[in-house]
């Protein structure tokens, strides 16, 4: 996939970059090779993380390297600087592991890049090295999957619309004759997949589950010595996981379906920004999530009307990056009608960083005012719209649904809440009664009398007579 057009796209982006300045960058990356995704709690495999520090590799070469083109201008090249990098990823191991290893790749340990800075010479001469060769400990914010943040990277997940929207699919005529026309084949696959628990019968297998049973037989062919499996039988499950997953995350018809590529689009448009607004001192953003916002994302950004390749699922560790420059040397940070941006795909690990029209256009770079209309055109830019485009109101939702405000105004209250209420009140009885006994054990050791009275805004205060006052 994706090869087309690499060595053209390549080259005239290496004869362009002599001529430009890279002021930053945004990465949005997938996780490596894992294991399978129907037993639940995948976790990267070692080819996984050696792919996703492969790729933090090849950025590094091309944006930190002096020895690029493309560096970007005054990035540290050897020592990590956090105000330079920013990386993100949800709180779920698979994919803080999978920026963990990207950005091993971009910032190695130091003794890897340059020995003579990784050692320090203490005062009585001895000399002394980081641990691991010097290595890097780069700064990745874990977002919880309750926290308003989430929607940026995960904007799917816990979206009622969106699944709405993604299930009507399997309502459609296209979804109909693709099952029916595709029963046998799947059926034909029994024998092989006869052994995994839950699949008990031919009639388990169906396009209906189209990427589940294409995830089955990816990773056994990979890590399963005795699994065999044609290549042209190969090929057809995934082009069948193709069509199925690119219509559950994208139909222009039904914007509900995309919802998750709207808030990735801001949650990319918003890096950038801030490397504009702070003249480039923010240089390298990362993000890393699913493939769902990968094909959610190309809908929505005309991608496949430049290229049906962009119907097919990313490969393990796919990246997309989108660059900021100026089209001349510089040495400072221009204004902003000189600033231009342009949109690049690397399929995996074997393809290329390729240059692709956005949005219609056919033009590769757009200038930063107008790729920050398009953007905004299509980004859902805060929580709140969110909330309302996916019609929920559980969670921090209820802050904008109004949810919080009506169960006291009309005078009811969840059990859960309530139960919480009515733990707490207990607790606060019980503390004035400990503290009532004993304040009157010590005042009777002392020989004088403790007075229990509430104050004028109805707290409980301690006051008391006889000897106490002397």
């Not at 803080?96 to 020995?115: E, R, S, V």
């Not at 003579?116 to 890097?136: D, V």
């Not at 510089?330 to 399929?347: G, H, Q």
């Amino acid at each position: 996939m994706f090869t087309a057009a690499a060595g053209t796209v390549l080259s005239l982006l290496a004869g362009r970059a002599m001529a430009e300045t890279v002021h930053g960058v945004v990465v949005f990356t997938r996780h490596g090779d894992r294991t399978t995704k129907h037993y639940g709690a995948q976790t990267l495999t070692n080819l996984g993380t050696t792919q996703n520090f492969q790729i933090g590799s090849d950025y590094r070469a091309r944006y930190i390297e002096s020895s690029s083109p493309h560096q970007i201008l005054n990035i540290s090249e050897f020592n990590y600087v956090p105000s330079q990098i920013y990386a993100s990823a949800p709180n779920q191991g698979i994919l803080l592991n999978t920026a963990t290893a990207f950005l091993q790749g971009l910032y190695p340990p130091l003794a890897d890049l340059n020995p003579s800075i990784a050692t320090q010479t203490l005062n009585n001469g001895s000399e002394s090295t980081s641990p691991l060769n010097g290595y890097q400990y780069i700064t990745l914010q874990g977002i919880p999957p309750n926290s308003p943040d989430a929607i940026w990277i995960k904007g799917d997940d816990n979206c009622p619309a969106v699944t709405q929207a993604s299930q009507s699919f399997e309502s459609s005529p296209e979804f109909t004759t693709k099952l029916t026309s595709t029963r046998e084949f799947y059926q034909s696959l029994f024998p092989v997949l006869k052994s995994v628990y839950d699949i008990t019968s031919p009639e388990d297998l169906s396009y209906a589950s189209a990427y589940d049973i294409y995830d089955l037989i990816n990773v056994a062919r990979l890590h399963n010595s005795s699994f065999s499996i044609s290549p042209s039988q190969l090929f057809q499950l995934r082009t069948l996981a193709d069509s199925a997953e690119f219509a559950y995350n994208f139909n222009a018809s039904q914007p509900e379906r995309s919802i998750h590529a709207r808030t990735l689009s801001s949650a990319i448009l918003t890096q950038l920004n801030k490397t504009v607004a702070l003249e480039g001192a923010l240089k390298f953003s990362l993000l890393a999530g699913s493939y769902d916002a990968f094909l959610a994302f190309f809908g929505l950004a005309g991608l496949t009307e430049v290229s049906e390749s962009f119907y097919g699922l990313p490969d393990y560790a796919s990246t997309m990056a989108f660059e900021l420059y100026s089209p001349e040397t510089r040495t400072s940070f221009p204004e902003e009608k000189d600033l231009w941006v342009r949109f690049l795909f690397k399929n995996g690990t074997a393809g290329g960083l390729d240059s692709w029209p956005l949005f219609g256009t056919g033009r590769e770079s757009l200038s930063w005012g107008e790729f920050t209309r398009e953007m905004k055109g299509r980004a859902i830019g805060s929580a709140e719209e969110w909330c309302s485009a996916c019609g929920s109101s559980d969670g921090f939702c209820a802050t904008y649904t109004g949810v919080a405000d009506e169960m006291f105004t009309r005078g009811g209250m969840p059990n859960a809440v309530a139960g919480v209420v009515g733990a707490t009140v207990t607790l606060v009885v019980l503390g004035i009664v400990g503290l009532v006994a004993f304040l009157f054990v010590r005042r009777r050791r002392s020989g004088g009398s403790v007075v229990v009275m509430a104050d004028e805004k109805g707290s409980v205060r301690s006051g008391s007579t006889g000897a106490d006052k002397l």
